[in-house]
Nanobody, 124 residues
């Protein structure tokens, strides 16, 4: 079993940046794809950025492409989400999750483990 703990959320003005971290514990996540997802009030949870087990393949939602960067450090068992040029529409709870395989998957149901989430609020 793996536990995921997100950190780095907060309040930022539009145009600002934040870096989210997701630390895995309990066992290594280095063989699993990882993802960042978000859920705004009244909306469904959606994927933001995904990364395969090696970190060599990534996939982004159109809404964040060019502004967000996902990366991972398998030696530290940690996944990151660098968020630049933030917009008020980026306001949400951000979750990291571990997939049940090493390749990228976009289906939420293929992610077996989830963190508790970290709030990101972007003011206009």
């Amino acid at each position: 079993q793996v536990q995921l703990l997100e950190s780095g959320g907060g309040l930022v003005q539009a145009g600002g940046s934040l870096r989210l971290s997701c630390a895995a514990s309990g066992r290594t996540s280095s063989e699993h794809a990882m993802g960042w997802f978000r859920q705004a009030p009244g909306k469904e949870r959606e994927f933001v950025a995904l990364i395969n087990w090696s970190g060599l393949r990534t996939h982004y939602a159109d809404s964040v492409k060019g502004r967000f960067t996902i990366s991972r450090d398998n030696a530290k068992n940690t996944v990151y989400l660098q968020m630049n040029s933030l917009k008020p529409d980026d306001t949400a709870i951000y979750y990291c999750a571990e997939a049940d395989r090493g390749s990228i998957v976009t289906v939420l149901g293929e992610y077996a483990y989830w963190g508790q989430g970290t709030q990101v609020t972007v003011s206009s």
